[in-house]
């Protein structure tokens, strides 16, 4: 059964500890996406990798931090430097477009942070 | 810098009538603009994609329009149902060199029965 999984479903932090995020896929997509959803807000974009070992900054890229060692895998870390971190954290992969582009964007179930 | 519009209040309406949501955006010319439909505390699902050189898209009781010249995007949903009731994303693809999508607030869209 392919898809996108995220763990875990909620999380909680203390003030001033690192968290790491979940992200997997076996639909063997190239591109893979975080963001963050506040209440009532549209999607805000993290980072983003288009292949294994690259990745990009986002609009909201400060505190954050991410890994692409795998295809399968994209794992977000949300750092003690991120000074609002209590949001919905959603992942996404796709099909990397062809000369520019974009296809679908299929996503996880999210991960909903709460830092006390 | 780019910027996308939804109506940020929510769209209620009668069961049967067509659901007609809005996405405006400036300071951009989008090659693609998806919609994209969220229940609460999930994920988004994607619904359609149309592109610059395409006006309409139909899939189902779908229908999403794109005027570039009015730099805008309409998304219908006919003989609409509860089960439709939702947020509704539009998302345009990046700027020039940032292959990834920018998305707008949402749309919630409320079918009374």
């Known amino acids: 059964d392919g898809g996108i999984t995220q763990s875990p479903k909620y999380l909680f932090r203390k003030e001033g500890q690192n968290v790491t995020l979940s992200c997997e896929q076996n639909l063997n997509h190239d591109a893979m996406y975080w963001y963050r959803q506040d209440p009532g807000q549209g999607l805000r974009l993290i980072y983003y990798s288009q292949i294994v070992n690259d990745f990009q900054k986002g609009d909201i890229a400060e505190g954050y931090s991410v890994s692409r060692e795998k295809k399968e895998s994209f794992p977000l870390t949300v750092t003690s430097a991120q000074k609002n971190p209590t949001a919905f954290y959603l992942c996404a992969s796709s099909i990397v477009a062809l000369a520019g582009g974009h296809n679908e964007q299929f996503f996880g179930p999210g991960t909903r942070l709460t830092v006390l | 810098s780019q910027k996308i519009e939804q109506n940020s209040e929510a769209l209620n309406i009668q069961e049967g009538k067509t659901a007609t949501l809005t996405c405006n955006y400036t300071n951009y010319s989008p090659a693609y603009l998806q919609w994209y439909r969220q229940d609460p505390g999930r994920g988004p699902v994607f619904l359609l994609l149309?592109?610059?050189?395409?006006k309409e898209k139909r899939k189902e009781r779908l229908k999403v329009t794109f005027d570039t010249t009015l730099k805008q995007s309409l998304f219908h949903i006919t003989a609409s149902q509860p089960a439709d009731s939702a947020t509704y994303l539009c998302?345009?693809?990046?700027?020039?060199?940032?292959?990834?999508?920018?998305f707008g607030s949402g749309t919630r869209l409320q079918v009374q029965p």
């Open positions: 998302a345009l693809d990046g700027d020039t060199g940032r292959r990834a999508l920018t």
């Open positions: 149309i592109r610059e050189n395409e």
